[in-house]
Nanobody, 120 residues
Framework: QVQLVESGGGLVQAGGSLRLACAGS????????MRWFRQAPEKQRELVAF???????NYANSVKGRFTISRDNAKKTVYLEMNSLKPEDTAVYYC??????????????WGQGTQVTISS
């Protein structure tokens, strides 16, 4: 059984930094694109950043220059380094990974979410 476990969320003041991690476990054979989403209260879930298998990255305009996504394939982990945090970054952050598990084809998997709260 495949699991994605997120860590690193918390409460920080505006201008501060956090580093989120999402680690995969279980019978993972191959990992494709890895993404971070976030969902603020009463708002739709939005794509924050993604990183492809070749290391290409893309960011939402609202986080460009402040957030950095990276991956460690050996550790089956994707990271989101968040700097210069703003109150509007407050949300539950979810990782989303396209991967192939043993006996299955490629599919989308989601982490359980981690709360990020930025105080002004």
């Amino acid at each position: 059984q495949v699991q994605l476990v997120e860590s690193g969320g918390g409460l920080v003041q505006a201008g501060g930094s956090l580093r989120l991690a999402c680690a995969g476990s279980g019978s993972i054979l191959s990992i494709g694109t890895m993404r971070w989403f976030r969902q603020a209260p009463e708002k739709q879930r939005e794509l924050v950043a993604f990183i492809t298998t070749t290391g290409s990255t893309n960011y939402a305009n609202s986080v460009k220059g402040r957030f950095t996504i990276s991956r460690d394939n050996a550790k089956k982990t994707v990271y989101l380094e968040m700097n210069s945090l703003k109150p509007e970054d407050t949300a539950v952050y979810y990782c989303n990974v396209v991967l192939r598990a043993a006996g299955l084809g490629y599919d989308d998997y989601w982490g359980q979410g981690t709360q990020v709260t930025i105080s002004s």
